[in-house]
T-cell receptor, first 106, second 116 residues
Framework: ELKVEQNPLFLSMQEGKNYTIYCNYS?????LYWYRQDPGKSLESLFV?????AVKQEGRLMASLDTKARLSTLHITAAVHDLSATYFC??????FGAGTTVTVRA | NAGVTQTPKFRVLKTGQSMTLLCAQD?????MYWYRQDPGMGLRLIHY???????AKGEVPDGYNVSRLKKQNFLLGLESAAPSQTSVYFC???????????????FGNGTRLTVT
């Protein structure tokens, strides 16, 4: 039973367009984390969402959390090539989704 | 400040051999974790520890043992390696959940293990 589900699992983005990654979780966690992993590398923390309605933004990435719907979204604005990576969401205690592999093409 | 350090980086084992993966963190974190990452399956928690001398099972603990004799170190052991244990292993650490609120995981660079 997957406690954290991400979709889509693969996302081919066109430069300059907007996209959203969805993260559904089945636990009662009140916080949600987003991580980024570049190919062959480790994971680095992007966002920590600590409460219902929390919104965090950095650069072209914006994450939000709806604890009632058990849903978090990662929105990418005007995609650029250096956003190509795999993005993971995780709840608490840390259970990870399968990841969304993002490829940005010209 | 090294963060989380894993050794070794690469290892090839034959079926039935044993080995220990070492994870060391210098951030004084209470929690430590071992994950394995396989293509298309994200990260799966093997074992974790909430403090020195304590360990607990995660999602996929079979075939692995762990020890946390010192706060800064978390060891993952494979007693009799099997090809199904071929994977990339990540160690991570974090602060106690209730201190500072943040507590994201800090990851090591991973150990790529192949069992033939």
């Amino acid at each position: 039973e997957l406690k954290v589900e991400q979709n889509p699992l693969f996302l081919s983005m066109q430069e300059g367009k907007n996209y959203t990654i969805y993260c559904n979780y089945s636990t009662t966690s009140d916080r949600l984390y987003w991580y980024r992993q570049d190919p062959g590398k480790s994971l680095e923390s992007l966002f920590v969402l600590l409460s219902n309605g929390a919104v965090k933004q950095e650069g072209r990435l914006m994450a939000s959390l709806d604890t009632k719907a058990r849903l978090s979204t990662l929105h990418i604005t005007a995609a650029v090539h250096d956003l190509s990576a795999t993005y993971f969401c995780a709840d608490w205690p840390p259970s990870f989704g399968a990841g969304t592999t993002v490829t940005v093409r010209a | 400040n090294a963060g989380v350090t894993q050794t070794p980086k690469f290892r090839v084992l034959k079926t039935g051999q044993s080995m220990t993966l070492l994870c060391a963190q210098d951030m004084n974190h209470e929690y430590m974790y071992w994950y394995r990452q396989d293509p298309g399956m994200g990260l799966r928690l093997i074992h974790y520890s909430v403090g020195e001398g304590t360990t607990a099972k995660g999602e996929v603990p079979d075939g692995y043992n762990v020890s946390r004799l010192k706060k800064q170190n978390f060891l993952l052991g494979l007693e009799s390696a099997a090809p199904s244990q071929t994977s990339v292993y990540f160690c991570a650490s974090s602060r106690l959940r209730d201190r500072g609120g943040n507590s994201p995981l800090h990851f090591g660079n991973g150990t790529r293990l192949t069992v033939t």
